[in-house]
């Protein structure tokens, strides 16, 4: 059935972004995962959170295929596209990091490396973009046949 | 005991299966006529359900409620002007698509109704699965399923009527039909509600949406009125075939978001529309996903708008080195240079946050999510006793409070309206951005971004409360219907978002070079005028901003009043000046502390001992809840007409503020956290 795969991405999808939604939380609040270094985690409560909902809404399309309903795949693609927001978000806050180094030469920013910018929300975005390209128009096809 | 006495009204297409479901209702408690002065059938039966009695008509079958036949007039004015307790919508569940079309119209009467989803059996074997509780949501009303031949379903529907006669007060949703369109409803509601006779007999908004949908038996009902004439002079200037297609279009708009939620195969086609609402109108998941989409606006709006902030900054370092340079006059030099160049550079480093901010937000208006946003926000907001149209002018507030209490203008209930302005300056306007910028940057470090936004969660959360405190006690009431929007989504083009961002960025750029103009060369004055008994020139080096300039009085008088929280007498004078534009909060401040339009520098003198974290959290919480600024106190004297109304926001406002800060500024010092 061509709704396993999208179950199988929509629960490892869901399951990273509470993961490392959490990890963010843990972080915000000050408790040391040991994670952050090695997962470029920063610590951030608000943003965590958001991590999780993220997770939640890829999770809420397992719920809902496995107990049958096609149209359950909506929550992969809503998933998918707040994934992709969030990774554009975080591009954003890379180049506005960018600038900072080399055009503003801020004295904050000494020793900043392009890696002190990269963050969860844009690898793990990466993910999600290959899941649009991949399902893009089929999304709404193959629920119209259903 | 004395039996209760309901009065039912059956409704719905012709073929539904209403006959059936009358027949099944009453049995043979039946008796028939003729409608009043007309040719078409009347019966009425009698049912008694547990200890009501239950009065049932039968209306004729009609697939509108506009007056296009003697039966659609029947009908209507029947349930118009006899008011029954509930009106049972008989629905087709194998037609959902036309029979909703009906429904819609129900919704504007504001009669309360249930549905009997009949035909239940026909729609099951079809395979179509029609989800009941996602229907109820959409609608706000109840759905019970039936199988009328077979007299399925009676007893729930009975059990779902006389709970629905027993309500105290009900929740309604009505179709929006567009700005355009709702412009005119609402004059014309203005109008409309000024003849008694009429408001007092049938719902202003349906009126005004029936003149509009060009309805002869109302025209005619309104010609004969008190406002007839105005009447049609705002309807000479519409061409009513449009409306009247518009209108239709419209509804049936709102039936085909709805649908798709409710049942997949009732459609022809699901569009990428109809998946994304399916998430973000979740019941559990609606509320986190417009948090997360608020908190990555946020983080786009403080983050990038860094270096853009430090070239404003450089250009006003310039600018102040220029006047510096040029200028020898000692007093005119600090009139320009620590006055102007300070005072508005301080605020107008903002100017890259307060663009982006609006551009998200119009981002998010221009993609659609926002009208679903609206309508998540409804229910919560109902559930504490709130009316969902108040949420667009509270979400408006967050760019500045004063167009967003004139959008209040678009609630018909005068109560409704009331609370939702005296809340609105809770919301967090853009002007008070600079200020938490300015002290979480300093304070906060790379929590800025959330300490900031947990501000701007504090401001929802003081309205929602502040409102409900409101509606329980001094304005009591119920709330009226919610008007749903559901546009279908696109992507938002770069111009158009652009040229929305410039609409609103721009008044921001007028201010500054106006009313904060004028506040920060008066802030100015008074600390260059020698406090009495100093003996010093006018504008001298020595008590500018000091203690021995004018302002060193003022603030010292207030000191008092702040120094439970934590504030020295600098702050108590931001605070005051505050009041003409909350921006001033961190120009005078530049003024005060002498950095001018240097904002490190201001940070550099705050976090070395002029301030402490607890206080710089006070101070932002306490510029979020006091007196709002000048232009929006204005506003809200002239949308309420009430002198009494506008003391009350401020001191209620500001007892709130005060309050607060001290809680933070005394459980701080208390737990030893941020002194
Ligand atoms: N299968 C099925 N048929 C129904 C149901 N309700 C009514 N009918 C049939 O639909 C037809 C029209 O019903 P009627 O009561 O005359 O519709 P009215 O025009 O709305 O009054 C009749 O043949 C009924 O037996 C139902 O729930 N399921
Ligand atoms: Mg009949």
């Avoid at chain 2, 310039?318 to 600090?334: C, E, K, M, R, Y």
């Avoid at chain 2, 200020?435 to 959360?461: E, K, N, P, T, W």
Wanted: proline share 3%; glycine share 10%.
């Amino acid at each position: 059935m061509a709704n396993t795969n999208k179950m199988i991405f929509a629960m490892v999808a869901g399951i990273l972004y509470v993961v490392f939604g959490i990890l963010k939380m843990l972080e915000g609040f000050g408790i040391e995962t040991g994670l952050a270094e090695l997962l470029l985690i920063p610590g951030d409560f608000f943003g965590g959170f958001c991590f999780v909902v993220i997770g939640a809404v890829f999770l809420y399309a397992v719920k809902e295929l496995t107990a049958g309903v096609h149209m359950g795949v909506s929550y992969i693609y809503v998933g998918i596209l707040m994934s992709l927001v969030f990774m554009a978000v975080y591009l954003l806050v890379m180049g506005s990091d960018i600038l900072m180094f080399y055009v503003v030469k801020s004295e904050d920013y000494e020793g900043w490396r392009i890696i002190d910018s990269m963050r969860p929300g844009i690898y793990l975005g990466i993910l999600s973009l290959i899941g649009y390209f991949f399902w893009k128009d089929r999304f709404t096809t193959e629920m119209t046949k259903a | 005991m004395e039996k209760k006495k309901i009065t039912i009204a059956l409704a719905g297409n012709p073929n539904v299966g209403k006959t059936t479901l009358f027949n099944a209702i009453t049995g043979a408690r039946q008796h028939v006529g003729n409608w009043p002065g007309v040719t078409v059938e009347k019966k009425t039966g009698k049912r008694t359900y547990k200890d009501t009695e239950i009065e049932v008509v039968d209306l004729p079958g009609t697939y509108s409620l506009t007056a296009y036949s003697i039966d659609e007039v029947v009908a209507r004015d029947y349930v118009v002007e006899e008011k029954p307790d509930v009106v049972v919508q008989i629905v087709d569940a194998t037609n959902l698509e036309r029979n909703l079309y009906l429904t819609t119209q129900l919704m504007e009467l504001g009669s309360r109704v249930v549905i009997a989803l009949n035909m239940w059996d026909l729609a099951e074997s079809r395979g179509d699965k029609i989800d009941t509780r996602k229907m109820e949501d959409f609608l706000e009303i109840p759905v019970v399923k039936t199988v009328a031949n077979r007299a399925e379903g009676i007893d729930a529907l009975l059990e779902e009527v006389v709970r629905e006669a027993d309500k105290g007060e009900h929740h309604e949703h009505e179709v929006s039909y567009g700005d355009d369109i709702e412009k005119k409803i609402i004059e014309l509601e203005e109008i409309v509600g000024k003849d008694s006779a009429l408001s007092g007999k049938y719902p202003v908004r349906w009126l005004s949406v029936k003149l509009l949908d060009g309805d002869e038996n109302i025209l005619e009902k309104i010609e004969g009125s008190s406002v007839g004439t105005q009447v049609n002079s705002v309807l000479s200037t519409i061409e009513k075939e449009d409306y009247e297609a518009a209108m239709a279009e419209k509804r049936y708009e709102a039936i085909n978001t709805v649908l798709p939620q409710v049942c997949v195969k009732c459609v022809k086609e699901v569009t990428f529309s109809d998946m994304i609402d399916r998430a973000v109108t979740n019941k559990y998941l609606g509320i986190p996903i417009f948090l997360a989409m608020m908190w990555a606006a946020f983080e786009v709006t403080f983050t990038v708008a860094t270096p853009l902030m430090e070239f404003v900054d450089m250009f006003f370092g310039w600018l102040a080195g220029v006047v510096a340079d040029s200028i020898t006059n000692p007093v005119l030099g600090s009139l320009l240079g620590d006055g102007i160049v300070g005072g508005v550079g301080a605020v107008m480093i903002f100017l890259p946050n307060i663009l982006l901010l609006f551009l998200m937000i119009s981002l998010l208006e221009d993609s659609g999510y926002m009208a679903r946003a609206a309508f998540v926000m409804d229910k919560l907001m109902y559930k504490i006793g709130l009316n969902g149209r108040s949420f667009i002018p509270l979400l408006m507030g967050f760019g500045c409070n004063v167009p967003a209490i004139m959008a209040t203008r678009t609630i018909e209930d005068e109560r409704d309206r009331l609370v939702t302005i005296l809340v609105n300056p809770f919301i967090s306007c853009g002007a008070r951005l600079p200020v938490y910028l300015m002290l979480a940057g300093a304070f906060f470090g790379r929590q800025a971004g959330s300490v900031i936004f947990g501000i701007y969660i504090l401001g929802i959360i003081v309205a929602i409360l502040s409102a409900k405190l409101i509606r329980g006690t001094v304005v009591k009431g119920k709330p009226s219907p919610f008007i749903m929007e559901l546009p279908p989504y696109r992507l938002p083009t770069a111009k158009a978002s652009a040229i929305h961002m410039w609409e609103k960025g721009s008044i921001y750029l007028k201010k500054a070079g106006t009313i904060i103009l004028v506040g920060v060369v008066f802030v100015w004055l008074l600390s260059a005028i020698p406090a009495p008994g100093v003996d010093a020139a006018f504008a001298s080096e020595e008590i500018l901003g000091t203690e021995d300039s004018m302002i060193g009085v003022l603030g010292h008088v207030m000191e008092p009043l702040v120094s439970p929280l934590g504030f020295d007498w600098k702050v108590a004078v931001a605070l005051v000046f505050g009041f003409i534009a909350k921006e001033i909060v961190i120009g005078s401040m530049g003024v005060l502390y002498g950095t001018g339009e240097d904002e490190d520098a201001l940070a550099e003198i705050l976090t070395a001992g002029a301030m402490s974290p607890l206080t710089a959290l006070g101070l932002m919480v306490f510029t979020l809840l006091y007196v709002p600024c000048i232009a929006c106190v204005g506003v809200v004297k002239k949308e309420t007409g009430s002198w009494k109304w506008t003391l009350f926001m401020m001191v209620y406002g500001t007892t709130l503020a005060w309050i607060a800060a001290f809680l933070i500024y005394r459980i701080g010092t208390a737990i030893g956290w941020g002194v």
